[in-house]
């Protein structure tokens, strides 16, 4: 029950891929065809049952996944159904016809029958990137649209603690970090204010206000950035001086961004 981590060549013009088969040969198989049919992938690893499959999701954050559907300590749909929010397109490769019905209740970008042909991936690959292509563009243009927006205006938010109750206007929040089911707001009012609420609340609540989630630990105030700094994978500086990781996937968002600016 394991997973393996193909990282460590550029994959940034590529769609990170992972295939989730508990069958080595079909793995294998299925990254040959992908070699010579689908130059657009990046296979970034694989897994060979459910529990392996949900670890590499969660570590490697996938763009696209070839997913069996029966395996030996579950099936597909099993894996999906503890996946929360599913951020990447999935396309189901099996032996059993009889599970098309409920693979495309998943959303499925197609379903894909064993031995697999290998137009039909290439066809299957081809309207996964659209799709991709297409939810990267609607993220790139909210977050323009949020960069742009003069989020001067004087709203506030009610921030709840044991002590108090505290008004904090949203223009002086810098960013949000993480802190497991907490979550500490920095303002440039020299206050950390820990709340019992975990970060995806506060992503929720001000991603519209001109704050965006660079990394899965901080959601930053887009008004705040002072600079990006690329080396060791890229950084946010915030007018508060604190330095900010920003994640693989987000770094490419900002980037493209920056360069439309």
């Not at 997913?67 to 951020?87: A, H, I, Q, S």
């Not at 495309?104 to 379903?111: I, K, P």
């Not at 031995?115 to 297409?134: F, G, M, Q, R, S």
């Amino acid at each position: 029950m394991a997973f393996t981590n193909f990282n460590g060549t550029n994959t940034e013009t590529l769609i990170r891929t992972i295939l989730i088969d508990d069958e080595a040969h079909a793995r294998e198989t299925l990254a040959s065809l992908i070699a010579l049919y689908c130059p657009q992938l990046k296979i970034i690893g694989d897994a060979d049952s459910v529990a392996g499959g949900l670890k590499a999701i969660r570590e490697l954050r996938p763009q696209l996944v070839l997913l069996d559907v029966k395996m030996d300590d579950g099936t597909g749909f099993d894996l999906l159904r503890e996946v929360p929010g599913v951020d990447f397109k999935v396309i189901f490769i099996t032996a059993y016809e009889k599970y098309a019905v409920q693979a495309f209740r998943f959303a499925a970008v197609d379903f894909l029958l064993k031995p697999v042909n290998p137009l039909e991936l290439a066809d299957a690959v081809k309207h996964a990137e659209t799709l991709i292509l297409e939810h990267f563009t609607t993220q790139l243009r909210a977050l323009e649209d949020n960069l742009r927006t003069d989020i001067r205006q004087k709203r506030k938010i009610v921030l709840k603690t044991l002590e108090n109750i505290h008004l904090v206007e949203i223009q002086d929040i810098i960013f949000c970090e993480s802190d497991g089911a907490y979550t500490i707001v920095h303002s440039n009012k020299a206050q950390k204010i820990t709340i019992s609420k975990n970060l995806g609340e506060f992503d929720d609540m001000l991603s519209d206000s001109g704050f965006y989630r660079v990394h899965k630990s901080y959601l930053i105030n887009l008004s705040h950035i002072i600079r990006f700094e690329k080396q060791e994978g890229g950084y946010i500086i915030l007018s508060s001086g604190d330095k900010v990781p920003v994640s693989f996937r987000k770094r490419e968002e900002l980037m493209e961004l920056f360069e439309r600016l």
